[in-house]
């Protein structure tokens, strides 16, 4: 679990809010839900035998001997607190919450146990228009932020219960004739979640699974029409894919479109978005039938793409436009009154006021990287003057009354 520390934190909100703002453009409302649940909410709906189930909760009693849990991901708890709220049935919701995620995995890059997800999940609507634009969206995103070159997006059907426990059954077939060649993770998943097995990082696994019977040959009418569309409406918005008929995801509860935004960049840990449908949850949770796609993405591994592409803009670290010092001690008390008398002049300027010893205080304040450094003196009246130094120049030395004139001309906000 990690702190995010103040030279990190302009970072974290350039990504919040150009998420927000992508968000806000296709008009979907956010929700905030508890970070803890009932134990029992997150067995049921993301599986007895998942990873996350099975050894990554972080699950305790309370007072009460009632047994919670520190969420793992949001999609549980945003269909509960949908079913509880009346959101979900016979309505159209798009919904979209942030927040800490906890899962007690083996800390790498990447990969941490406490950890930062932006998800978004749409209840109400079957078609396979809004499987697109959830992934338009997510596309729109990573262009603002300038990293769309670096991402690729891999997509896949697993059809409906039916057709995918038909699968199950022709796949596990064909493995457990091979069972020894399998590895260890894989056989025990044989007979647990042999889905998963398709995902095995094992190299002679995947090479077993070259000839193993694929999951599109099984796809019911319904869901391979389903795809079809999606796949229509993305080429029609110019998206690549790639479809990747073993791309399964880990949770139980997806059916139809599986997605993964995937890339290079980043080692190991190269998911950095991933979701589907998941028509059957709501259901499955005590709701009535109620279609649902969504998507996650993580935010610490977005970040560490923006470091690693270099695409973060100068600005978003600056996080004051002007250093604001006085040069005698006799005139510092005053200083911070007119640095509230700069703001009322030019809102939206940023100002930071020094408050510390005066030794060296020109160079001081100009060794902040401010892009603009007012230091203050007084005449013989107690009269206030400034001198703007801007990109480590002198630039003007003024009254007061003129000084916000003359800071609007070289501020760029
Ligand atoms: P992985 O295969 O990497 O374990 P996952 O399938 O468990 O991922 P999801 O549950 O789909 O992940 O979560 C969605 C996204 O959240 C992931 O694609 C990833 O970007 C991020 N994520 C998941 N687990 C972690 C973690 N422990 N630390 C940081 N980010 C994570
Ligand atoms: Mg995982």
Redesign the pocket.
Known sequence: MNDILPDQTPVWQYLESKVKSVLSAYGYSEIRMPIVEQTDLFKRSIGEVT??VEK?MYTFEDRNGESLTLRPEGTASCVRAGEEHGLLFNQAQRLWYTGPMF?Y?KPQKGRYRQFHQIGVETFGMANADIDAEVILLSARLWKELGILDAVTLQLNSLGSNEARAEYKDALVAYLTERKSELDEDSQRRLTSNPLRILDSKDAATQALLDSAPVLTDYLDEESRLHFTQLCETLDAAGISYEVNPRLVR?LDYYCKTVFEWVTDKLGAQGTVCAGGRYDGLVKQLGGRPTPAVGFAMGVERLILMLETLAVIPQAVTQTFDVYLAAETKAIQPRIILLADRLRDSLPGLRVRVHCAGLKNISAKARQTGAPIVLLIKANEDQQLSGTIWHNDEPVFDIEESALATAISEIWKP
């Open positions: 990873d996350i990554e899962r995995e880990g």
